[in-house]
């Protein structure tokens, strides 16, 4: 059975730089048409997606986020890392990884194969 887990700092400075990670056990992130999703739910928001990277290391962002997001991964350690950078207090979110079959995250309901989730609140 795949499981996701986040792991990282709950508490970011404004305009300091967000890094989360997340490890998989029970699958290779690098097994084909598998996507590697980070998303995010703001207090009182919906979720929202940030972006993936794809079993082959493609990867694509929000377009609302492009510009302040960058996901990497570390294929030896079955790891992807997210990096927020500029953060501000509307960056307080809970953040979840999550696999995905095919494609990116497009709103289905959280199944077992999302992390937990782990909270970061932006604030000095």
């Known amino acids: 059975q795949v499981q996701l887990q986040e792991s990282g700092p709950g508490l970011v400075k404004p305009s300091q730089t967000l890094s989360l990670t997340c490890t998989v056990s029970?699958?290779?992130?690098?097994?084909?048409?598998?996507?590697w999703n980070w998303i995010r739910q703001p207090p009182g928001k919906g979720l929202e997606w940030i972006g993936y990277i794809s079993y082959s290391g493609d990867i694509s962002y929000s377009p609302s986020l492009n510009s302040r997001t960058s996901i990497s991964r570390d294929t030896d350690k079955n790891q992807f890392i997210l990096h927020l950078w500029c953060v501000t207090p509307e960056d307080t979110a809970v953040y979840y990884c999550?696999?995905?079959?095919?494609?990116?995250?497009?709103?289905?309901?959280?199944?077992?194969?999302w992390g937990q989730g782990t909270q970061v609140t932006v604030s000095s």
């Open positions: 029970g699958g290779s992130i690098t097994n084909k048409n598998y996507y």
């Open positions: 999550a696999r995905t079959y095919g494609g990116r995250w497009y709103g289905e309901i959280p199944n077992a194969y």
